[in-house]
C-alpha cells in the first residue's frame, strides 16, 4: 500500500523549459508536505515545502501547487538548468505524534543543454 | 552550522557480523529519524526520537535491529547478524520542530553486507 505516489517515474527536460513532477497522497491526515532533492551519493536536502492550509508555495523557480481536495500537488520547476538534474521525492507526514515522513518513490529528473 | 554528521559514510561487513552506525544531529534539533533507502524499497522510515526518547519505532525490523539516543549530540542504530538484505544507505535526520517539519539529512552511510 503506497501511501505518497509520484509520477512519471523518470522526465527529460530541455534547458529553460518548466519541469512539471507529480505527487498524489492517500492518507487525508497528511498536513504536511516536503519536495526533497537528491544527487547521486548525497542524502537528500530539503527543497521546499508546503502546508495543507496553503494551495501554492513559490521560492525561486520552484513552486508547489496544491490540492486538497484531491489530494495531489506537483513541483514546477521553472527555467530549468543542467545543475537541476537530480531526483526529487515527494514526501508527507502528518506533524505532531506522527512525525515520520512517508516518501514517494521518486522521479528523475534529467535537463538537457 | 556543519549540518547531520553521520559516521562512517561506508562500511562493509560479512554476514553475520554487527554494525554500529553513528549519527550526529545539527546542535539544537530535538527530534532525531532514522530512514532506510534502497533501489527496491525507495525511502523507508525506521525509528525517531524526541528529545532523546524514543517515540516510533514502527519501522525498525524487530530482530536484529536496534537504535538509541544517548546523549543530544548522538544516536547510533546498531544491526546484529548482519544479513545481506540489510544492506541499504541509512540515513538520519534531524528537525527543530517535535512535528518533523523541516528534517535535515546526513550523506548516509552505505552498508554494504557480504
Known amino acids: 500500500q503506497q501511501q505518497v505516489r509520484q509520477s512519471p517515474q523518470s522526465l527529460t527536460v530541455w534547458e529553460g523549459e518548466t519541469a512539471i513532477l507529480n505527487c498524489s497522497y492517500e492518507?487525508?491526515?497528511?498536513?504536511?508536505f516536503p519536495w526533497y532533492q537528491q544527487f547521486p551519493g548525497e542524502g537528500p536536502a530539503l527543497l521546499i515545502s508546503?502546508?495543507?492550509?496553503?494551495d501554492k508555495k513559490e521560492d525561486g523557480r520552484f513552486t508547489i501547487f496544491f490540492n486538497k481536495r484531491e489530494k495531489k500537488l506537483s513541483l514546477h520547476i521553472t527555467d530549468s538548468q543542467p545543475g537541476d538534474s537530480a531526483t526529487y521525492f515527494c514526501a508527507a507526514n502528518s506533524g505532531g505524534s506522527n512525525a515520520k515522513l512517508t516518501f514517494g518513490k521518486g522521479t528523475k529528473l534529467s535537463v538537457k543543454s | 552550522n556543519a549540518g547531520v554528521i553521520q559516521t562512517p559514510r561506508h562500511k562493509v561487513t560479512g554476514k553475520g557480523q554487527e554494525a554500529t552506525l553513528w549519527c550526529e544531529p545539527i546542535?539544537?534539533?530535538?527530534?532525531v529519524f532514522w530512514y532506510r533507502q534502497t533501489i527496491v524499497q525507495g525511502l523507508e522510515f525506521l525509528t525517531y526520537?524526541?528529545?532523546?526518547?524514543?517515540?516510533?519505532d514502527s519501522g525498525m525490523p524487530k530482530e536484529r535491529f536496534s537504535a538509541q539516543m544517548p546523549n543530544q549530540s548522538h544516536s547510533t542504530l546498531k544491526i546484529q547478524s548482519t544479513q545481506p538484505q540489510d544492506s541499504a544507505v541509512y540515513l538520519c535526520a534531524s528537525s527543530f520542530d517535535w512535528g518533523g517539519y523541516e528534517q535535515y539529512f546526513g550523506p548516509g552511510t552505505r552498508l554494504t553486507v557480504l
Open positions: 546542535s539544537g534539533h530535538s527530534a
Open positions: 526520537f524526541r528529545n532523546q526518547a524514543p517515540i516510533d
Open positions: 508546503i502546508s495543507s492550509v496553503s
Open positions: 492518507d487525508s491526515t497528511f498536513n504536511y
